[in-house]
């Protein structure tokens, strides 16, 4: 653990019938998953992205804010994501790790966060864990337990890291951003539920795959019925 370091996790979350009917147990579970295993300081940006029910939290740690977005089709998970870093940002956070809440962690997430803040290219990279469904076409993210190897891949198409589960440094983010009202990923009509991870990753210098931590991802899709009509696909 490095010592006078604190971290922002970014998390989209949505409960509806149409899509997500267990959105809000999804979400609880993550919650525990995170408050118990990380041992950094940390905050919680979360945005609950026009559930049918608003989330409700009794006891609110000072450490969770949760932002309604009203009209998810403001620009998908990507607005999500790009408003939570700039609060984190403007917070001093320093890094940053974009989830959503169908993701479960473990006591490993501290390596991560320890591979993030002192890898040597942590000024201009992207960090991505192992995880038992980081998607199709990402078999070198793919396992069941920490293997202990960090290692680079190219970040070119069908050789980037998920975007289910990203960290980056204060600086790799302010390096990189993509406009000048700090946005980090594109915010582009095409990127809004999909493919800014692949975008983000043409222009970010690094890709790390990082095997000392496991994140169990239930990857519930529903998200995928929504982009339909988003871009008319």
């Not at 222009?203 to 991802?217: D, L």
């Not at 990857?219 to 339909?228: L, M, P, S, Y």
Request: glycine share 8%; hydrophobic share 30%; net charge negative.
């Amino acid at each position: 653990m490095i010592k006078n370091k604190k971290i922002a996790f970014v998390c989209a979350l949505h409960e509806s019938k149409a899509h997500r009917p267990n959105g809000f147990e999804l979400f609880n579970n993550y919650l525990v998953s995170i408050y118990t295993s990380c041992k950094y300081p940390f905050k919680l940006f979360a945005f609950d992205n026009q559930s049918d029910h608003k989330f409700e939290v009794e006891n609110q740690p000072d450490n969770l804010l949760i932002t309604r977005v009203d009209d998810q089709y403001t620009g998908g998970c990507t607005y999500t994501w790009n408003e939570g870093i700039k609060m984190a940002i403007k917070e001093e956070y320093d890094a940053v790790i974009i989830t959503s809440d169908d993701q479960i962690y473990d006591k490993t997430i501290n390596n991560f966060i320890d591979t993030i803040l002192t890898h040597k290219h942590k000024d201009d990279a992207i960090f991505g864990p192992l995880s038992n469904n980081p998607g199709p076409d990402h078999d070198y993210q793919r396992g069941f337990k920490p293997n202990g190897k960090i290692f680079e891949i190219s970040g070119e198409p069908k050789d980037e890291l998920n975007g289910f589960c990203l960290g980056m440094t204060k600086e790799s983010i302010q390096n990189n951003y993509y406009d000048n009202g700090d946005n980090f990923f594109s915010t582009e009509h095409k990127n809004a539920w999909g493919g800014q991870d692949v975008e983000i990753q043409e222009r970010v210098g690094h890709s790390i795959v990082v095997g000392t931590c496991y994140v169990h991802h239930y990857k519930i899709g529903g998200w995928r019925e929504i982009r339909k009509g988003y871009r008319g696909i």
